[in-house]
């Protein structure tokens, strides 16, 4: 047999329901294996010690379905960073719901792309569909829409399109010139921000830090910020405003950066990559009170809505405006009917072979059902402000903000007998040995020029007991430092 008829009988054999069931079958014994937290977080190997185990990655011929998928288990998910695991309390990525986990295999088969609407009749249409009910719980009218996206940062990038479109019309025939507009964000903004500013021609001095109080956007600042400017002549092309900073999670006053940016018409994008599904929860609703003073909102579904990688959406007040950020001619792909608001999603974003991540947020949602994804996001949040309550029942961690979603930062303190420079070293170090001895997983940042240690509660199986737990280990790894 030669090798193509060898390789079309391979790939009628991977069709089968026996073929399929082998990764079924490792993916449920990983949501089992990560159940009890029994099993290390992550790994203690280093990268060179895991490029070993694949030193031919492009094989000549074949082998059996069986003996790859073995290897998936025994090579890759051994050493993985186990998010599902109840100990894993690092990264803003989420630990993913089974639902939304299976439907990738669909995603997958159906292969659709949803840049125009024939190549993907129904995946289209229920993005389109999904991404303007969203838009109505903001309060936004019949204009409203959107578009799904890779995440929070190639959102925030077209929403800043979007406003340079409007600041600048000529912009994408004739460049920015040599004085271009200025955008705003509080200092606590994600870094995308200043990407985005970069790569749209505008340059990073374009970029202006307003200073913050309590880890938010400093009203007051950004109210004389904006008087300056409009006194120098220096026009303003957008304001960023933060719901669910990365650092802190924390949520910028939306209402009072509102009004400033309507009462001056000012493009107001704000960047709720993650925290933008408090819009879901009655109980945390109130934090984005303000959002319908937006033009644009960044929406990460593969952060609070425990999506798996990648399901971020731009949603935005009036659709035109960001179909004009991208108003082209390609009449081999869109040629729809002219003033009718078009299924196409390519004329409303970045990509042409764009996936149809908007299934796995639709099955996800008809499973849970939208109050069940609010009482997760209810239940995430709830387990960060037990956290604190735990700090703040001990001598030996400070919590450095009271949490206003799943995030809380706090550091080693010991005893007392330290300073905060001798502290800064020790709190870094402490969760590089915690993280190694594999009981757990967490991150670390800086706060006030501080080094503090940072826990984001991305699974709604950590309980308060895992938390309690994760204390005494770093407790117990500060005590004796250097013995890993």
């Known amino acids: ?8 009988l391979a790939i009628e054999e991977d069709t089968s329901s026996a073929s399929g069931a082998l990764f079924l079958d490792l993916v449920a014994e990983y949501f089992a294996s990560t159940r009890d937290g029994a099993r290390q977080v992550s790994t203690p190997r280093s990268a060179g010690e895991l490029a070993a185990r694949f030193p031919d990655v492009l094989p000549v011929g074949g082998r059996p379905l069986a003996e790859i998928v073995e ?39 159906l292969n659709q792309s949803t840049a125009i609407w024939e190549m993907s009749p129904t995946a289209t249409v229920i993005e389109t569909r999904l991404v303007r009910a969203l838009a109505r719980l903001i309060g936004w009218g019949d204009k409203a829409g959107g578009t799904f996206s890779s995440g929070g940062t190639e959102a925030t990038f077209t929403a800043l399109l979007a406003a340079r479109a409007r600041a600048m019309p ?151 405006e960001l179909a004009q950020a991208f108003a082209q001619n390609a009449p081999y792909l869109f040629h729809g009917p002219q003033g009718e608001r078009a299924w196409d999603q390519g004329t409303r974003s970045f990509l042409c072979s764009r996936r149809a991540d908007a299934l796995k947020v639709w099955v996800a949602i008809q499973r849970y059902g939208v109050a069940g994804l609010a009482a997760l996001y209810d239940v995430l949040c709830e387990s960060a402000l037990a956290l604190h309550e735990l700090i703040e029942a001990r001598d030996d961690f400070v919590a450095m903000h009271v949490p206003e979603t799943n995030i809380l930062c706090f550091r080693w303190v010991g005893d007392g007998s330290l300073d905060d420079a001798a502290l800064d070293p020790v709190n870094l170090d402490l969760r590089i040995r915690y993280n190694r001895a594999g009981h757990g997983w967490i991150t670390t940042t800086v706060l006030g020029g501080r080094r503090v240690l940072r826990v984001t509660v991305m699974n709604p199986r950590t309980t308060r007991a895992h938390l309690a737990a994760m204390l005494d280990e770093l407790a117990r790894e500060a005590r004796t430092p250097g013995e890993r």
């Not at 993913?96 to 439907?103: N, Y």
């Not at 970029?207 to 600042?221: F, G, N, Q, Y």
């Not at 593969?302 to 798996?308: Q, V």
């Open 71 to 109: 290897r998936l288990g025994a090579d890759v998910i051994a050493d993985a960073n186990r998010l599902m695991h109840p100990m894993s309390l690092g990264h803003q990525v989420a630990a993913p719901l089974p639902a939304a986990v299976w439907t990738e295999s669909v995603i997958g088969a």
């Open 170 to 320: 000529d912009a994408w025939q004739n460049g920015v010139g040599g004085d271009p507009p200025v955008v705003l964000c509080g200092e606590h903004a994600h870094y995308c921000v200043t990407r985005a500013v970069a790569q749209l021609g505008l340059g990073t001095r374009r970029a202006l830090a307003v200073p913050s109080r309590e880890w938010r956007m400093d009203i007051s600042a950004l109210r004389e910020m904006l008087d300056a400017l409009a006194s120098a002549g220096t026009p303003v092309m957008a304001v960023v405003a933060t719901a669910g900073s990365t650092a802190t999670g924390s949520f910028d006053d939306l209402s009072a950066i509102g009004e400033l940016c309507d009462a001056r018409g000012i493009w107001l994008h704000v960047d709720g990559a993650h925290g933008a599904s408090a819009l879901l929860s009655p109980a945390h609703r109130h934090r984005v009170r303000g959002l319908e003073y937006a033009r644009s909102l960044a929406w990460d579904a593969h952060k609070m809505m425990l999506m798996p990688l990648s399901a971020g959406m731009l949603l935005v007040r009036d659709e035109a």
């Open 1 to 8: 047999m030669d090798r193509s008829a060898a390789t079309l």
